[in-house]
Nanobody, 125 residues
Framework: QLVESGGGLVQAGDSLSLSCAATGLTFSNYGMGWFRQAPGKEREFVASRSMASDGIYYSDSVKGRFTISRDSAKNTVLLQMNSLKPEDMGVYFC????????????????????WGQGTLVTVSS
């Protein structure tokens, strides 16, 4: 089970941190990532990482502004979002790949095996 938290309303240029707590899986055996979905648009990849290694991947639109990290002791993956833009607005979903997946394989919706319920991020201009 994946449970996200940390969404909210911010102004453009602000920062926000999202958290995803994972239960029921051996954290180190999975790739974990974040996707987002804006109204009327398809769900898109944001960032992912391998929990057992340092493989980290970002979409071009967030590279340099967002940082994905892990807290293995808490089975949690974090997304620090800086310099937020109105186009970053949407529902953010935490995702996990299948067993022994990696961040590389989680760069598309098809690579996700389970999803959180989503948390809304609103960025005002």
């Amino acid at each position: 089970q994946l449970v996200e938290s940390g969404g909210g309303l911010v102004q453009a240029g602000d920062s926000l941190s999202l958290s995803c707590a994972a239960t029921g899986l051996t954290f180190s055996n999975y790739g974990m990532g974040w996707f987002r979905q804006a109204p009327g648009k398809e769900r898109e990849f944001v960032a992912s990482r391998s929990m057992a290694s340092d493989g980290i991947y970002y979409s071009d639109s967030v590279k340099g502004r967002f940082t994905i990290s892990r807290d293995s002791a808490k089975n949690t993956v974090l997304l620090q979002m800086n310099s937020l833009k109105p186009e970053d607005m949407g529902v953010y979903f935490c995702a996990a790949g299948g067993p022994f997946s990696t961040g590389w394989s989680l760069q598309s919706v098809a690579g996700a095996d389970s999803w959180g319920q989503g948390t809304l991020v609103t960025v005002s201009s």
